[in-house]
């Protein structure tokens, strides 16, 4: 499935163990994520992508996912740029927790997404 040009998957396709890159800001993390998400807030993605390429698979698709697909979608095709196995998370956290996938805040608590 394409979102525009960009290539997206729906969070009903992911599997347990996918990697998922959160780009959202700090707050919205702290309040609701995915756990085991690596979290590089979109602001800060350039100057930290050395944290993602330490952290994603080799071999692997990166899934990038923030709050509804708008920020994911630009991260998602900056790294397809790059030439990285990557795709924009369709709906984002929201359709993450509509689907009852589990949010989790700061401490590891049931979080909310913001």
């Known amino acids: 499935m394409a979102f525009g040009s960009v290539p997206t998957v729906d969070v009903t396709e ?9 780009v959202r800001e ?5 309040a609701g994520h995915a756990e085991g998400a690596l979290h590089i807030p979109m ?7 050395g944290e993602l390429t330490d952290a994603a698979p080799q ?17 998602t095709m900056y790294l397809a740029q790059q030439g990285i196995d990557a795709v924009n998370v369709a709906g984002g956290m929201e359709a993450w927790a509509v689907s009852g996938r589990p949010v989790v805040d700061a401490e590891g608590q049931p979080g909310a997404v913001v």
């Open 14 to 22: 992911l599997a347990d163990g996918d990697f998922l890159l959160d």
């Open 26 to 30: 700090d707050a919205e993390w702290q």
């Open 43 to 49: 602001s800060e993605f350039v100057a930290r992508y």
């Open 59 to 75: 071999d692997g698709r990166i899934n990038v996912i923030c709050r509804s697909g708008g920020r994911s979608a630009q991260v």
